[in-house]
């Protein structure tokens, strides 16, 4: 992004000084004067290859010729070869370093993007010391000066990157660009060039879609087209895929109907295809520029990048939050710690919720666009953002990294055989800019006698804070997903009408890392006589009938249970493992199975609905000797035992 913005200050710079240097060319060859003019009638019709053979010709003629070196140099940046550029650059300084002065700021940019930091940085602080110079150009200078200042550092301290291709059934000869992962790792979908040939001007006609491809034991599947709606004659792209693949939000740019020149879009999958896309519209969408959206991994956090008023210079990442009603709150600006006065682009929210990846060219990096790494505080402050290092970040443009569920293996896309155009690769990534590590639970819902297919409702309780983070339904196939972050602990509820809810629980909190799915086959109970379910997510404080406050959600379903289903009668039965007396077991169990039955009394439930009866100890259904066992035994269940 930014060698364009610098490319194209040189362009009108370079325009004015042909028309200085011009006038006094640095030649007394009239065979390389000529073929330098026909260089230059080649080269004002965009000819470049012609253009190329011309000005050689005249340096042939004339090896000190300062002007037929400058248009080299030019042209080779224009074509993005700026190794060749930089050489010519300073075989013109060599012949006349006072004749044009601005020359020094074009030749450091050729420097910086062909690697070559140590004399770009001489020459941008030649330059620095020039008078006349425009202020622009001079902003420009001063940040590739730090820029080049921290390549020399971070290019003497390589992080690991060893890029893999993922393979011939997803890369081709065109180009593909902007992975997108799944949680399972299951699904991946990406942005593919398209080439259609030429129009009668010589241009490229192209064609930007979407692809999935699904991964097996034998690896990646041949990628297809994602087809109509979501695909269109019209450009689409920089999509973020949701965490079960179920849903997408993506940048489509020029679309009728769009409220500025790129806007987001939301599409879903059902019944085995994609919906229609809709405009997200006012307030994420504006009159400016919206692209790169990611969203979370819970569906209520959307990160995407603006250069709508109000932020701290080009292009910001902004953030909205989805309310319990569907709605996209008014975007906040992320900040001074992420948002400088450069660009900041393609975000990438991982599964973890916590840890945030995006491109800047506003801050000290390796050139163009790096890609930075920042973690969210306790207090939702943002940490201040840390380059991934060389050579995972070069002077050239980075950007659309994604992360698995793992935190340990990055996808991206590259340019690195001319041939096929930009790929999509894998590397490890470095351990110390890992994001935590997320497992996941798949699960499909059943009706436990027939084994009929339930769609269902679902939702995920964080333990930790007693906050329900995802809430959502499963497909018409029963399918669900939903992520779990470490560090926390989680009970997962699934309920239908006229069914008997499902709960458990998973205990992560503290350093323990979790990467290992679980696949759960989900078979709910109709509401019947004789009916029993376990209300993993009830808990009390040790040796106490005191209930905590992480079983408030559940006991809320069971609240909820009872209201729709006035005709129950339930029994709450109290369990304990063998620790202790037999007497102590059955006190304690009755107690425990008594706060229950007051926690719905006094949430509206009618007394003549409910029984209670503490077991003890005596239908252990673990082991007592075992951690895992003895938890198994500590449990509060629900018995349906008439219908009025």
């Known amino acids: 992004m930014r060698y364009l913005l610098l490319i194209a200050v040189f362009f009108v710079s370079c325009s004015s000084s042909r028309n200085v240097f011009s006038q006094a060319l640095h030649t007394e060859s009239s065979k390389a004067l000529k073929a330098y003019n026909e260089g230059m009638s080649y ?20 090896n000190t010729f300062y002007e037929a070196f400058m248009m080299l140099g030019e042209l080779y940046t224009k074509e993005k070869r700026f190794a060749e550029a930089a050489s010519n650059y300073q075989s013109a300084v060599k012949i006349d370093s006072t004749s044009y002065k601005p020359v020094f700021f074009s030749l450091a940019n050729a420097e910086m993007m062909s690697d070559d930091y140590q004399n770009a940085l001489t020459h941008y602080k030649i330059y620095l010391r020039n008078k006349g110079n425009s202020e622009k150009n001079k902003r420009l200078a001063a940040r590739n000066i730090k820029n080049c200042e921290f390549a020399i550092v971070a290019i003497k301290n390589p992080v690991s990157f060893n890029p893999v291709s993922v393979g011939a059934a997803i890369n081709t000869s065109d180009d593909e660009y902007w992975p997108s992962i799944t949680v399972d790792g299951q699904t991946l979908m990406f942005t593919r060039q398209v080439s259609n040939g030429y129009n009668q001007f010589g241009m490229s006609n192209s064609q930007e879609d979407f692809y999935l491809s699904s991964h097996s034991d034998s690896g990646w599947a041949k990628a297809i087209n994602a087809g109509e709606p979501l695909n269109t004659k019209s450009n689409e792209g920089a999509q973020s895929l949701s965490s079960n693949g179920n849903y997408m939000y993506f940048t489509a740019c020029e679309r009728p109907g769009g409220l500025g020149s790129c806007d987001i879009y939301f599409a879903a999958y059902t019944n085995g295809h994609w919906s229609m896309p809709y405009n997200l519209g006012s307030p994420v969408n504006t009159s400016s520029w919206e692209s790169t959206p990611s969203i979370s991994s819970d569906g209520n956090f959307l990160i995407f990048s603006s250069n709508r008023p109000g932020g701290f210079g080009g292009k910001d990442l902004w953030c909205s939050i989805l309310s319990k009603k569907g709605k996209w709150s008014g975007p906040v600006n992320m900040g001074k710690n992420i948002n400088t006065d450069g660009d900041e682009m393609s975000p990438f929210i991982h599964f973890d919720g916590r840890t945030l990846y995006f491109a800047s060219d506003g801050r000290p990096g390796m050139g163009g666009l790096d890609i930075y790494l920042t973690r969210m505080n306790n207090d939702s402050s943002w940490s201040e953002p840390k380059n991934l290092g060389y050579p995972i970040n070069t002077a050239n443009d980075e950007m659309g990294l994604v992360i698995d569920a793992t935190g340990q293996k990055a996808y991206f896309s590259s340019k690195r055989d001319v041939k096929n155009g ?6 490890k990534l470095d351990e110390a800019v890992r994001p935590n590590p997320v497992a996941y639970l798949k699960g499909k819902v059943s009706d436990n006698e027939t084994g009929k297919l339930l769609k269902a409702g679902y939702e995920l309780i964080n333990l930790s804070t007693n906050r329900v983070t995802i809430k959502s339904t499963t497909d018409d196939d029963g399918n669900f997903l939903v992520c779990l972050p470490s560090g926390y602990n989680y ?9 008997l809810f499902y709960s458990e629980n998973f205990m992560f909190e503290g350093s323990h890392s979790v990467v290992e799915p679980f696949i759960k086959r989900i078979n709910l109970r109709p509401a019947k006589v004789g009916e029993r379910m376990l209300l993993s997510n009830v808990f009390y404080e ?5 209930l905590k406050k992480e079983s ?7 609240t909820d249970l009872l209201t729709y289903n006035k005709d129950l009668i339930v029994e709450i039965g109290g369990y304990t493992d063998s620790t202790g007396t037999d007497e102590y077991n059955l006190v304690l169990s009755e107690k425990r199975a008594l706060s229950v039955v007051n926690y719905l009394i006094n949430k509206g439930i009618s007394s003549d609905r409910l029984q ?9 259904i673990g082991d007592n000797v075992t951690f895992e066992g003895r938890k198994m ?3 509060t269940e629900v018995k349906v035992v008439a219908r009025k």
């Open 43 to 62: 080269y004002d019709y965009v000819d470049y290859p012609n253009a190329e053979i011309f000005f050689k010709e005249a340096l042939k003629a004339d």
């Open 422 to 427: 930009k790929d999509i690769f894998y590397f």
């Open 491 to 499: 009970g997962i509820n699934v309920t239908k009408p006229g069914y």
């Open 542 to 546: 040790i040796d106490s009938w005191e």
């Open 552 to 558: 408030v959600e559940e006991l809320n379903n069971l």
């Open 612 to 620: 209670h009866k503490g077991y003890g100890n005596t239908l252990p």
């Open 633 to 635: 035994n500590r449990r």
